[in-house]
């Protein structure tokens, strides 16, 4: 008996890429005005404003064209994964990895499974504070390390880093990509409401650890360590821990560089090069082997990387055939029909359904935030429960949206299929969206 199998990464993307130019000539052209907003510095949308154009469907070669365009508006996060992906093989070849892990390990006696509460803590909190997401996929091959040294699956090392950020990012009370965009497109107080979020951020967090950790510990096969390990790892002790050094340098300048110092992603790139470069030196691979372990994770890391890619391509073709707004304006003007905390889950509905399409929690604040702050006045909605409608339904769309370019770029590494993610995160997700739409009830009858 034949079973279903879910596509290749690669094919969902194409099949989403046509079917936005399938779109094109399906849904009407139209557009909102835009202006600039004063406090975030952005084009938002004017509500009221949106109108037909003249039709721009997107023909198969534009379609075609409109692959490598999306390459070029992701070059930036694609040429971090490229950089760091050889910088991480360098490391691994220098076997400080393997090193570091061990030392740890055997420090960790009988507390192993404290491994993973602290990793998913540490970027719960980095996703709370800066929305962190692409940054992650750079770090996978210690996250792989890690947990195999542990024996657990594979799948942990995304769901303690990635999972943990998003779940952290979506409840977050101050993560400027999400919550502050849009308080200030929502004209509320920053921080505004910091106490209730933090309410529900909690028990989320715990929430995603635990299912985590039940997972990982259910499927988990004793490690096992040889001799031979040991041995060779005592022997590059001395390297090893230089190597160890340099890499706790370089992540706490790039930690301070993306939370202080506002890095962009060509920034951390850089630091990557640097680290990988120190790393071969110092690990004795030499200015020509640190060269050949570049080339290997260059060549490793290639699939994932152009992935994001082919994601960022879809928003490209529905740009291209101004339908975008034509989507945001038919799943919102019916909000305004309904009672108040109906209009408050659809509302959670369209931010979902519009993060396929849209898969930057900060495009679509600008692009339905000034939509629906004026139809909450209209309705007699708190703008504060608009805000969390946006951060609940939208940020959480990011565990299982398959548009999301650094969850499928991270799949791809560890191996695991779209399927297998879905599968694990399913029930997660929608204990998680239960949470979320208590909180925005809870929130209307409190009067947030």
Known sequence: MNTFRFPHPLVLLVGFIMLAAALSYVLPAGQF??????????????????????????????????????????????????????????????????????WLLARAQGREVLVIPIVSLLFATMGALENMGEEIVPLVPVLLVLMRRLGYPVITAVAAS?????????FSPINPFQVVIAQQLAQLPFFSGGGFRIALLLPA????????????????????????DVVADARGAGRHGLVLLLLLVCFSIFGYGVVSLGWNFDQMGALFFVLGVGAGLLGGLGLSGTAEGFVTGFR??????????????????????????????????PLAHLPVTLSALGMMVVQTALHLPVPSVSGQATLTMPLFAPLADIIGLSR??????????????????PTNGSLLAMLAICGIRFDQWIRFVAPLYGLLLALGVAGVVAAIALGV
């Open 384 to 401: 504060q429960v608009v805000v969390l409608c946006f951060q609940y339904a939208a940020g959480l769309c990011e565990l299982i949206t």
């Open 205 to 228: 967090v715990a929430l995603w650890i635990a299912g985590t950790m039940r997972h990982a510990t259910r499927h988990r096969v004793a490690p096992d360590l040889t001799v031979a």
């Open 300 to 333: 490793d890391i290639a699939f994932s990387a152009l992935l994001i890619g082919f994601a960022r391509a879809i928003f490209v073709v529905l740009e291209q055939g101004h339908i975008v707004d034509t989507i945001v304006q038919g799943l919102s003007a």
């Open 33 to 102: 005005a835009r202006q600039k907003n004063a406090a975030t510095g952005r084009e938002v949308v004017v509500p009221g404003s949106y109108q037909r154009v003249a039709p721009s469907p997107v023909s198969p070669l534009d379609m075609l064209v409109d692959l490598p365009k999306g390459m070029e508006a992701a070059a930036d996060i694609i040429f971090l994964i490229f950089l760091a992906g050889g910088a991480f093989t360098v490391l691994d070849q220098t076997g400080a990895l393997r090193h570091g892990v061990d």
């Open 162 to 170: 990635l999972g943990a950020a998003i779940v952290g990012a979506a």
